[in-house]
C-alpha cells in the first residue's frame, strides 16, 4: 500500500509569513478537499518554475499550448498525476466517495451559470485585480514572470491596462454578473448556489471571491455588500476557506 501524500501543487504568496494560497483555480480544488476532509499537504511552484517541474515529474502537458504546464496540479498518493481543476475535481470525487467523504455534487446546469458569471466578473475586473498579483502576492521571481506574459496576452502592460480600464469602470462592468450570483442564490434559498448542499460550483464562485477579497482587500471587497446574498454565501463558505496553506 502506497505511503504517499496526497500533494496540491501551489502558487505561494510573499506577503505573509509563511505561503498561503492565494490564486483563484487552486481554491477551486482547496474547496473540495477542505470539504471533503481530504488530508493534503501543499508544495509551492514559483510561476517560472510550474512547467520544468511538472514536466521533470512526467505530467503530460494540456492541450493550451500558450499554457501547457498550469495550476492547479496534483499528485495522488498512488503516484499518478493530474492537472487543471475541471480534470482534477472528477479524481477526486471518484477517488474519495461518499460515504466516507462529504460529496460534492456537479449540477450541469448551475456549474455551466457559475462559471459564466464568474467568468464575466474575472474579466470585467481583470484591470483592477492583475495589477495588484505582481505588486503585492508574488514574489519579485514570479512578478516579473507575470508581468511579462500577462503584457503579451493583453498588448499592453498591466499598469497601463489598469490605468486605461480599471477603478469604478470595471467594477460597473461587473455589476451585471454578480447580479446574476446573487439571483441563483435568491432563486435557490442560499446559503450555497444548489440551496443547502454545497457543490462543485460553490468551489468555483466561492474561490474566485476569496481571491477578489485576497487582491482588492477588505475595503475593496465591500463594494460586493450592494449583494447581501453574496456577502452571505462568502461568509457561510468560510470554514472551508479557512487552511490554506
Given at each position: 500500500?502506497?505511503?504517499?501524500?496526497?500533494?496540491?501543487?501551489?502558487?505561494?504568496?510573499?506577503?505573509?509569513?509563511?505561503?498561503?494560497?492565494?490564486?483563484?483555480?487552486?481554491?477551486?480544488?482547496?474547496?473540495?478537499?477542505?470539504?471533503?476532509?481530504?488530508?493534503?499537504?501543499?508544495?509551492?511552484?514559483?510561476?517560472?518554475?510550474?512547467?520544468?517541474?511538472?514536466?521533470?515529474?512526467?505530467?503530460?502537458?494540456?492541450?493550451?499550448?500558450?499554457?501547457?504546464?498550469?495550476?492547479?496540479?496534483?499528485?495522488?498518493?498512488?503516484?499518478?498525476?493530474?492537472?487543471?481543476?475541471?480534470?482534477?475535481?472528477?479524481?477526486?470525487?471518484?477517488?474519495?466517495?461518499?460515504?466516507?467523504?462529504?460529496?460534492?455534487?456537479?449540477?450541469?446546469?448551475?456549474?455551466?451559470?457559475?462559471?459564466?458569471?464568474?467568468?464575466?466578473?474575472?474579466?470585467?475586473?481583470?484591470?483592477?485585480?492583475?495589477?495588484?498579483?505582481?505588486?503585492?502576492?508574488?514574489?519579485?521571481?514570479?512578478?516579473?514572470?507575470?508581468?511579462?506574459?500577462?503584457?503579451?496576452?493583453?498588448?499592453?502592460?498591466?499598469?497601463?491596462?489598469?490605468?486605461?480600464?480599471?477603478?469604478?469602470?470595471?467594477?460597473?462592468?461587473?455589476?451585471?454578473?454578480?447580479?446574476?450570483?446573487?439571483a441563483l442564490l435568491k432563486k435557490n434559498g442560499g446559503p450555497f448556489l444548489l440551496g443547502q448542499q454545497f457543490s462543485w460550483a460553490d468551489c468555483i464562485f466561492a474561490g474566485?471571491?476569496?481571491?477578489?477579497?485576497?487582491?482588492?482587500?477588505?475595503?475593496?471587497?465591500?463594494?460586493?455588500?450592494?449583494?447581501?446574498?453574496?456577502?452571505?454565501?462568502?461568509?457561510?463558505?468560510?470554514?472551508?476557506?479557512?487552511?490554506?496553506?
Amino acid at each position: 500500500m502506497s505511503t504517499q501524500k496526497f500533494v496540491l501543487y501551489d502558487l505561494p504568496s510573499k506577503d505573509t509569513a509563511t505561503p498561503k494560497c492565494w490564486s483563484l483555480n487552486p481554491w477551486k480544488i482547496r474547496l473540495a478537499l477542505n470539504y471533503k476532509g481530504v488530508e493534503y499537504e501543499t508544495q509551492w511552484l514559483e510561476y517560472p518554475d510550474i512547467a520544468p517541474t511538472l514536466k521533470g515529474m512526467g505530467v503530460p502537458p494540456g492541450a493550451d499550448e500558450k499554457t501547457p504546464y498550469t495550476i492547479p496540479a496534483v499528485r495522488f498518493p498512488d503516484g499518478t498525476f493530474a492537472m487543471d481543476s475541471k480534470a482534477i475535481y472528477p479524481e477526486i470525487e471518484r477517488r474519495y466517495p461518499s460515504p466516507a467523504y462529504p460529496s460534492v455534487p456537479s449540477d450541469d446546469a448551475a456549474t455551466q451559470q457559475t462559471y459564466q458569471f464568474t467568468s464575466a466578473c474575472l474579466s470585467a475586473l481583470a484591470p483592477v485585480v492583475l495589477p495588484i498579483i505582481p505588486r503585492s502576492i508574488l514574489s519579485e521571481y514570479s512578478a516579473e514572470y507575470f508581468q511579462r506574459t500577462r503584457k503579451q496576452w493583453f498588448g499592453m502592460s498591466l499598469d497601463e491596462l489598469e490605468a486605461q480600464k480599471g477603478g469604478d469602470d470595471a467594477w460597473a462592468r461587473s455589476k451585471e454578473s454578480f447580479g446574476q450570483a446573487a439571483a441563483l442564490l435568491k432563486k435557490n434559498g442560499g446559503p450555497f448556489l444548489l440551496g443547502q448542499q454545497f457543490s462543485w460550483a460553490d468551489c468555483i464562485f466561492a474561490g474566485f471571491l476569496h481571491f477578489l477579497k485576497r487582491a482588492v482587500g477588505p475595503e475593496g471587497f465591500k463594494r460586493l455588500e450592494e449583494w447581501p446574498e453574496i456577502i452571505a454565501y462568502y461568509d457561510a463558505c468560510g470554514k472551508w476557506l479557512e487552511k490554506d496553506d
